[in-house]
């Protein structure tokens, strides 16, 4: 400690001089006066010391002031040699402010106030802004794309026209239909107004496939059944034939260019399944009288498939093979003797409704061998799978279109199935093709496809309407493309690849 000595002279004057420490300091004190009169003898410039102040003089340099030890704790030896990683630095603070004098970093803790924590969290809200904001323009974009582009569906005919089959023969296309009486929901009072049941089958032409003509009875396709079905009309109202005739399908035979419909109707004297299911169904086959698709048909007088012990046999579906093979593929209707729910199929035990492959001789009307099963209904497909359809790609696939659910229900659907061998197996889409809500429909099924006159592929189906007769099946179109085992639907404006 430096120590100043202030001596005032007989001027005035100041004269000061350092001494080395306290301790020269305490030495001054301790003498005698003898001894400061040596010192002044032998001083050039005598010196007076005032008693009591030696060691509390004025230092010529002043000592520095302690800086407040709270406000200087990071500067203290022991934390200079604390080093803090950068989550101790930016997002921690110390627990305690003595223990980290000590030098403990870990002793610290994480705190949301840290500069690192607000900036983290900036950064964080302003990604997840962004990504919302990405997502926001994406639906944006998707509605636009959606509102602006032409949906694939069209509605054809306004009319209850079920089960549609679709065929284009010279520049024309032809529309086959079950019964107009057929499963109409929610009848008016008044239904016995209406021209129900008046045709066996119904037909439609269009030249463009947007605009069509509903025949009338007189254009019966099917005028007269084959022995085999049953005949004269019901009591009613409304009085309708016995036959009920549902879901007729064509296909040309290569052998003489004529066409073969196949059909099914109520079998004559067959037991009832009793309960809320119709009359057991089977399938017949009738051929063209002209070259023409439009008929009229003559039908055979012997069923082509009738499993009566089964439930019966519906929805046949005509197909040609690269190779001029025929086959029909129907459904077993097992549901016609189920235990009851919906479709009376959905209470234990469930009843199979498999599809089956038929294959043909030349004439199309006899059976070649026995059936074989493609496909049989799965839990999800509810009662049953129904209303086969089967059409080869371009890449050689088959695809194997069907409906299920329940035809008198939202669940109703179209699905389909491919295969490298028309035999199968057949591997079902990862999702339905149709269903109820997609473009407005209501209970989409039973579609039917065949090729447009340009090398592509058409397909027309039914679905549910809210008409003066009451909840209807009106008919529907679209365009397919077909791509490896997928096949997606078009607008009129697409083009396949």
Known sequence: MTVEVVDEGRNGGRTAGPTND???????????????????????????????????????????????PLLQHDASPSMRNVKLSFWQRHFTRPVDLELEKEGSP????????????????????????????????????????????????RAALDDNFPDPALWHFDGTYYA??????????????NSSSYDYGVSNIQIATSQNFINWTLLNST??????????????????????????????????????KKFVMYYSANRVNATAPGGPHPPTHCIGAAVSASDSPAGPYKAENDTLACPIDQGGAIDPGAFKDEDGTLYVVYKVDGNNIGHGGVCGNTKAPIMPTPLMLQKMKAD???????????????????PLVEAPALVRSKDGIYFLFFSSGCTRAPSYDI???TSKNINGPYTR??????????????APGSASVHDDGADGYNMVF???????????????????IFKGHTVTMASDTQKDD
């Open 22 to 68: 306290l301790h020269s300091s305490a030495m001054a004190a301790d003498a005698t006066p003898a001894d400061h009169m040596r010192s002044d003898a032998n001083s050039p410039s005598p010196r007076r010391i005032l008693p009591g102040l030696a060691a509390f003089t004025v230092s010529r340099k002043a000592s520095p002031v302690a800086a407040d």
């Open 106 to 153: 870990q002793k610290r803790r994480f705190v949301f106030s840290s500069r690192g924590a607000i900036f983290t969290g900036i950064i964080m809200l302003l990604l997840l802004l962004g990504v919302v904001a990405a997502a926001v323009a994406v639906t944006m974009h998707a509605r636009y794309e959606e509102a602006h582009e032409p949906s694939p569906i």
């Open 176 to 189: 086959f239909a079950t019964n107009n009486a057929a499963g109409i929901l929610q009848r008016p009072n």
């Open 219 to 256: 254009h019966d396709p099917l005028p007269h059944t084959g022995d085999w079905v049953a005949q004269g009309l019901t009591k009613g109202p409304p009085r309708i034939p016995r036959a009920n005739v549902w879901a007729p399908d064509v296909i040309r035979r290569p052998s003489d």
């Open 364 to 382: 199309g009307v006899t059976t070649d061998g026995a059936p074989v099963q493609i496909m049989d209904r799965k839990a999800q497909d509810g």
């Open 415 to 417: 699905k389909y199935a």
């Open 429 to 442: 889409a990862d999702s339905p093709l149709l269903r109820t809500g997609d473009f407005g429909l209501l």
């Open 462 to 480: 039914h679905a549910r309407v809210q008409a003066p007769q009451g909840r209807i099946r009106a008919m529907f179109t679209t365009k397919l």
